[in-house]
Every structure is written in structure tokens, then in C-alpha cells.
């Protein structure tokens, strides 16, 4: 596979930036002295390249990753927060950061746009998303949302167009309150049971973590408990007679209890995940060019599947290199050093689906 970029242009960019970059204080010369010093001590072998291994991934794809130090793109945002002047070195050097490790260093598009909104003053209620569309909601009277809209529209167009983000339509509503329907009396008396059932087990030391209940239909007048315990947790009965005892002393007959076992060590690395799934969400569908529409992933079975919705016909010419520049974005993000070390070498395969639905990768 074709690198998304050479690693000996990063060298030659630092260097050139060590003697054009500007530094207008004292402090700010120590500072690049410091942190020029680091890059230098990176490791970089004697002919100016960075290590290049080859890893198997998914379904015997191999691919070429270069294996660079997360310390250096750390190094590289220290500089970008501590200098005065961007130099067209500095922009060089920015351009060799892969695309989603930029994004995974700085907040989120949703984040940025509240932000903005906020301290421009806006009353601000909501704000949200999808593959196409970014929704801003507006709090207030009508009058309020008509005068503001045209000015939200516009701050959330320009701070878009910054980021070079063109595959999102803006979209400005007004907050509609809905007065939310009152718990029935027989909610109310299922929900105080099993608190207090929940507050009794953890009195006698059992390991629950949540607990909840359902309906099985929308006019059904039996209860589904949901219990979730560790899997290391082997009281099982125990706990199901502890929940029988309150909610029949509540006079609540109809009803079943569901344990679900979770494993805590998968859902620990799951968190991690969850770290890093936004990026791919936002960076592939920030851009027309991927043309992605949505996003899902599965950690059932293993290994985890990472699955990217696209409008990509495969019968379009250009259809085999669009898929190859998805994977490469995503291979690139996911396999830099600083990445690898929050997943582990947990394995992971890509599945990219066309318009048909159909896997086309």
C-alpha cells in the first residue's frame, strides 16, 4: 500500500522550521530550544528516516505504517500553542500530522460551534448531528429566533469553512419545550421497589452495577428487570430473590428479571474506543471527498468491526480508489504510535459499504 506520506519529509520540515520559524520573546526562544532538543533526541536513524514495519490487519491486508513518536506530535502542538508567528515552515510540518490525528488533538466540531456561539452571546439549547446535517438549536421567543438565526447560520458556515469542513448543511432551529408525561402511579411504585431492592443489595455487598426495567409491549402489564453484575459475580439467585422480595411487597406480580453478565476488562478496552470512534466519525464525514454517511461498529463477535456507510457505487470508476483513501485515513489514524497505545494491538477489521449496502472493500 501506497504511504499516505514520506517520513524523510518530516525530517527535512523540522529543520527548516528550526531556522525560519520566529520567536518574538526570551521565553519563547528557551521554549524552542527545549523542544527542538526533544525532536532531535527522537531516534532518527542515520539515514533521516523513521522505522518502517509491516502489519498484518483485518482480513490479511497488509499494510505499510510508519511508526513515529506520539512524543513528536506532542512536540509539534507545544510549538503550534507557543509561538507567535505560523512560518510556512510550521505549516509545512502541520501538514505532515495525518488528518485524524489533528482532529483527535483538538475538540470536537460540535464542541467548537457551542463554544463560539456561547461566548458571542446566543442562547444556545442544543446542538448535534448526523453524517449530513448539523443541528443548532435556539432557546427563546420566536421573535428572538428570527432576528438570530441568519447570524448563527453564518458563525457556524464560517467556522466550518475554517476547518476546511464542507460536508455539512447547517441547520437552525428553535427549542420547542414539550412538557414530559407524568410517571404513572404504578411506574412510580416499580421504580421505587427496585431502588430499593438496588439500595439493599448493595448493602449486602453484591456487585451490581445498574438496574432498570422495561415493558415487553407498549400496553403490556408485565415488567422486564434488567440487572447488570460482573461476571466475576456468581450470586445470581441471591440476587434475583432479594428483587422477588421487594417487588411483591410491593404487590407487583407480573414480571421477570434478566442478569446480564458484563465483562468489566472487554468493557474497559470498549472505553477506550469510544475515545477514538468520534474522530473517525467526524473526520470522515466532515469532507465531501469520503463521501461517507454514517458509521457503526461491533465488538460481537470478535474482532471489532469498524463499518463506514458510504454513497459510493461500486460500479463507479474511481470506486476502488475512494475505498482506498478511507482505509488509508483510517489505517494511518490507527495505527500512529499514540493510538496503539491506548488500544493495545487490539485487533480490528474495516468494512466499508457502498450505496447498496453492500461491502465493497
Do not use: C
Amino acid at each position: 500500500m501506497k504511504k499516505r506520506f514520506e517520513d524523510i519529509d518530516l525530517v527535512d520540515s523540522l529543520e527548516k522550521m528550526n531556522s525560519d520559524l520566529m520567536w518574538k520573546t526570551k521565553q519563547k526562544q528557551h521554549l524552542k530550544k527545549r523542544i527542538l532538543d526533544d525532536i532531535e533526541a527522537l531516534g532518527v536513524d542515520e539515514k533521516g528516516k523513521n522505522q518502517i514495519r509491516s502489519t498484518r490487519i483485518g482480513k490479511g491486508r497488509i499494510i505499510q505504517r510508519v511508526i513515529y513518536s506520539g512524543m513528536a506530535l506532542v512536540l509539534l502542538f507545544s510549538l503550534f500553542i507557543g509561538s507567535a508567528i505560523i512560518s510556512p515552515a510550521m505549516a509545512e510540518v502541520a501538514s505532515k500530522i495525518p488528518y485524524l490525528n489533528k482532529i483527535f488533538h483538538s475538540e470536537s466540531i460540535n464542541q467548537t460551534l457551542w463554544r463560539e456561539l456561547e461566548e458571542k452571546g446566543y442562547r444556545i439549547s442544543g446542538l448535534g448531528g448526523n453524517a449530513r446535517h448539523i443541528f443548532i438549536s435556539i432557546e427563546g421567543s420566536e421573535a428572538y429566533f428570527h432576528d438570530v438565526r441568519d447570524e448563527v447560520e453564518e458563525i457556524a458556515a464560517n467556522i466550518l469553512k475554517a476547518k476546511e469542513y464542507d460536508g455539512y448543511k447547517i441547520e437552525v432551529e428553535r427549542q420547542i419545550d414539550q412538557v414530559p408525561e407524568p410517571i404513572s402511579a404504578r411506574d412510580q411504585v416499580i421504580s421505587n421497589a427496585l431502588e430499593e431492592s438496588y439500595n439493599h443489595l448493595l448493602e449486602l455487598k453484591f456487585n451490581v452495577l445498574s438496574h432498570g426495567y422495561s415493558y415487553p409491549a407498549p400496553n403490556s402489564d408485565k415488567v422486564i428487570v434488567h440487572i447488570d453484575i460482573p461476571d466475576t459475580e456468581k450470586r445470581i439467585e441471591d440476587i434475583k430473590e432479594t428483587i422477588n422480595e421487594s417487588l411483591r411487597a410491593k404487590k407487583i406480580d407480573s414480571f421477570s428479571i434478566k442478569i446480564n453478565k458484563i465483562d468489566l476488562s472487554q468493557r474497559e478496552k470498549e472505553a477506550k474506543w469510544n475515545e477514538i470512534f468520534p474522530v473517525i466519525i467526524e473526520g470522515l464525514t466532515a469532507k465531501k471527498e469520503y463521501k461517507v454517511t454514517g458509521f457503526a461498529y461491533s465488538f460481537h463477535p470478535a474482532p471489532l468491526q469498524i463499518i463506514i456507510k458510504t454513497s459510493i457505487n461500486h460500479t463507479d470508476k474511481d470506486a476502488d480508489e475512494k475505498v482506498r483513501i478511507i482505509e488509508d485515513t483510517i489505517y494511518e489514524f490507527l495505527n500512529s504510535e499514540e493510538i496503539q497505545k491506548k488500544i493495545a494491538g487490539e485487533p480490528y477489521t474495516i468494512i466499508i459499504r457502498g450505496k447498496d449496502k453492500k461491502r465493497i472493500n
